[in-house]
């Protein structure tokens, strides 16, 4: 898969992208990064690449003249690929996005500076906007690396479990299960007895249940979309139903935590 990001700051991402599993997709074969320098496409004799918003107010706006120069350039006119700005007015970008995205063999992403960019780089050139979240950073060069990196270890080989994508949290709309390690007692806390049995279907049960009750607990808003079983749905309907009588006992009470590493929870 190929990245074409045009950015004021490519050397931010050569040092991440020189290491761990990125570094090895890259030697691979399997992931390509082109960083284009936004400013190469400037004009004038000062590279300007920004100017004062019309209308007045603070701060400065990217000019669309560097920023169609430089993706047509690249890309052609009008660019093939999807085009992706990083900026906090874009769509949320979650792990369903991730695969999507993971399906295009190229992509390119622009990362704004400033109070943003023209307009009409939205309007005519940008054809997809992505948020990493309800922020503001300095600019979108940590976003695009979030999508890169995310979008990455989706692809085929890059991770040495082909399946581990499909493991992780929100890929089936839950949170992840609790991990452990070596070694099994650590300070007198001891690892969960089903995950030193060897006995396969009782693992993955209690991985599901665990996982269910800690989406439950700290992003019960994943549930709503979340593929359940009856018998899911109904142990959250009675985890539900012992916290509703947990508060009434004791109001002051709180929310009950992840349940201790010795036990499954209640069924």
């Not at 070596?182 to 991985?207: C, F, K, M, N, T």
């Not at 109904?234 to 509703?244: C, F, G, S």
């Amino acid at each position: 898969m190929r990245f074409d990001v045009f950015t004021l700051f490519p050397e931010v991402f050569e040092p991440y992208l020189d290491l761990s599993i990125l570094a090895r997709a890259r030697q691979k074969g399997l992931l390509e990064v082109r960083l284009h320098n936004i400013r190469d496409w400037a004009t004038d004799r000062h590279k300007t690449v920004d100017d004062e918003p019309y209308g007045g107010g603070g701060g400065m706006v990217m000019k669309p003249e560097p920023i169609f120069a430089a993706v047509e350039d690249v890309l052609g006119r009008p660019p093939q690929v999807p085009v992706i700005l990083l900026t906090p007015q874009g769509r949320p970008f979650t792990q369903a996005v991730a695969w999507e995205l993971a399906q295009h063999p190229h992509l390119a992403l622009i990362a704004g500076r400033y109070e943003g960019v023209d307009e009409r780089v939205r309007q005519h050139l940008v054809t997809d906007e992505i948020s990493i979240g309800d922020f503001v950073l300095t600019g979108g060069e940590l976003p695009a690396l979030v999508v890169i990196d995310a979008v990455a270890r989706l692809l085929p080989g890059v991770l040495g479990d082909p399946d581990a994508p499909r493991k992780d949290s929100f890929s089936h709309g839950l949170l992840e299960h609790p991990h452990y390690t070596r070694p099994a007692e650590y300070r007198g806390w001891r690892v969960p007895d089903v995950l030193l049995s060897g006995h396969h279907a009782e693992i993955a049960r209690w991985r599901r249940r665990m996982a269910l009750r800690r989406t439950w607990e700290r992003r019960p808003d994943l549930l709503a979309h979340a593929d359940l079983s009856d018998e899911e749905r109904a142990l959250l309907a009675q985890w539900e139903a012992e916290a509703r009588a947990a508060t009434a006992a004791d109001p002051d009470a709180p929310r009950p935590e992840d349940p201790s590493p010795h036990q499954e929870p209640d069924a």
